[in-house]
Every structure is written in C-alpha cells, then in structure tokens.
C-alpha cells in the first residue's frame, strides 16, 4: 500500500513515459509518479491510498473519496488523471502474468481513451467502475462485484449500449443477478443461456422499440422481460430500488 497527498495527472511527457512503462519499454522505477517533470498535483484533491481491493466497488470507492472537493464530473475526461491512476494501481489492475508482462488486454482497458468515444471509453478498467458508482450507487454492485483486473461479462453486457446507462435498467440487472447474501453474482447470470446477462441486453433492445423503457420503474421493465428470465426473477430476494449516488455523469457520457 501507498498513501499519496493527492491525486495526479500525468502530463504529455508523464503519459509517454507511462505508455513505455506499461508495455515494458521502460523500468517500473524510472517513472516517479509524484515527479513534477511527469505530473501535475491536481488541486483540491485527497489522499489516495492504494490497496489490494477485493472488488471493483472498493476500488472506485477509495477514488471518489479521494477527489475531494473537486466535483467529479470535472475529472472524467482528464486522461491524465486516469493514467496516473492505473499506473500507481498496476499491481492492482494490470497485474504481471507468468512471463513478467502485465496482463492489459484490449489497449483502452489501460489507456483512457476520449470519454466522447463510448465504445473506446466505457472499456477502461478504472475510470468505468467510478462512473458506476457515482452514477448508480448500490444499484451497480452487479457489475462491480468482481476484482478489479477482471470486469467480467457481467460489466461488458451492462455498459456494452450507451442507453443501458439508465437507473431502471441498472436496477433491475442487479434485482435479477446480484445475490446481496454472498455479496456475488448469481450463478449462471453471467454464462451465455437463456436470461443471462447477454440475454438481457439483446431483449432491452427488442423492448425499447415498443416501449418507453425509461419511464418505467425496475420492477415494470423486469415484468415485460419473456418466460426465460423467470429464474433469475424467482431468485430475486428483494426489490430494486433506485438511490440517488450524487452526479449522473456517466447518463451523459
């Protein structure tokens, strides 16, 4: 674990030298990420205090705690900030795989891309799960439930359309697949059968063309849902509600 007096962004050399750090062109040790020749402070920020978090929601937590007076919505599309993130993070986030390379996968999932390029942005493992949990609080344990290297099939299929960044939808994916008594996705929500998580973003889209899913609240949306998402309503142990979280950025993303 270490403790930061604030949050940093990195600046146009900060973000060269985190690019060659990250693909292994250079040392770890050489790019100091509290150096004033790659960052800059951001002011009105918190300390930050990197850990081994067991969930996504823990993470992005510990980060929106640490922006401190600074709203975040003024932060989203500050690359630097989010590279900085992953790179004092990437023990965390990007761990190393067997051969000594970390594991980065797809190039936006640690590079933030521009937050206006829904496809590119919603991917990065970081920033994805703050705007989550600003946007939709408890109702988006399902999709932050897992271990932040991982973001799973669960968080791809419910940020995989922009129009699923919506409190009724949220809340009703979490009512189906979250189980609040494991603190877990059910099992099978996530697999690729019959009222899955693949499932459920294929049918909102044969939905929205008859209804206004919008105006309806989670229960109504999962009441329109066909007779293949009647087990996971049946294992549904308490009704969705939507929490005001603070800041909708992510519905404007």
């Known amino acids: 674990m270490t403790t930061y007096h604030a949050l940093?962004?990195?600046?146009?050399?900060?973000?060269?030298?985190?690019q060659d750090a990250m693909e292994g062109r250079l040392d770890d040790a050489a790019l100091n990420p509290t150096d004033g020749r790659f960052v800059t402070r951001i002011a009105g920020t918190a300390p930050f205090t990197t850990g081994e978090?067991?969930?996504?929601?823990?993470?992005?937590q510990a980060i929106i705690d640490a922006c401190g007076t600074v709203p975040l919505n003024d932060l989203l599309r500050r690359n630097g900030l989010w590279a900085w993130l992953g790179f004092v993070?990437?023990?965390?986030?990007?761990?190393?795989?067997?051969?000594?390379?970390?594991k980065l996968g797809e190039v936006h999932r640690w590079l933030p891309a521009d937050l206006n390029d829904f496809q590119k942005g919603q991917r990065h493992l970081i920033?994805?799960?703050?705007?989550?949990?600003?946007?939709?609080?408890?109702?988006?344990?399902?999709?932050?439930c897992g271990i932040p290297s991982v973001p799973g099939e669960m968080r791809e299929q419910m940020t995989s359309q922009q129009d699923m960044f919506h409190p009724t939808i949220q809340a009703a994916a979490r009512q189906l697949y979250f189980d609040d008594a494991t603190g877990?996705?059910?099992?099978?929500?996530?697999?690729?059968?019959?009222?899955?998580?693949r499932r459920f973003t294929q049918v909102r889209k044969q939905l929205d063309v008859t209804w206004d899913l919008f105006a309806l609240s989670p229960e109504q949306f999962i009441a329109k849902l066909p007779k293949e998402f009647d087990r996971w309503k049946m294992s549904s142990q308490r009704p969705a509600t939507i929490r005001d979280a603070g800041s909708r950025a992510a519905a404007q993303a």
């Open 8 to 18: 940093y962004e990195f600046t146009s050399a900060g973000m060269v030298a985190f």
């Open 53 to 60: 978090w067991t969930t996504s929601k823990e993470m992005a």
């Open 89 to 102: 993070m990437r023990d965390e986030v990007y761990p190393r795989r067997a051969d000594g390379k970390r």
């Open 127 to 144: 920033r994805m799960p703050v705007i989550l949990l600003d946007s939709f609080g408890a109702n988006a344990d399902h999709a932050l």
């Open 184 to 197: 877990r996705l059910r099992r099978g929500a996530a697999n690729k059968g019959g009222g899955t998580a």
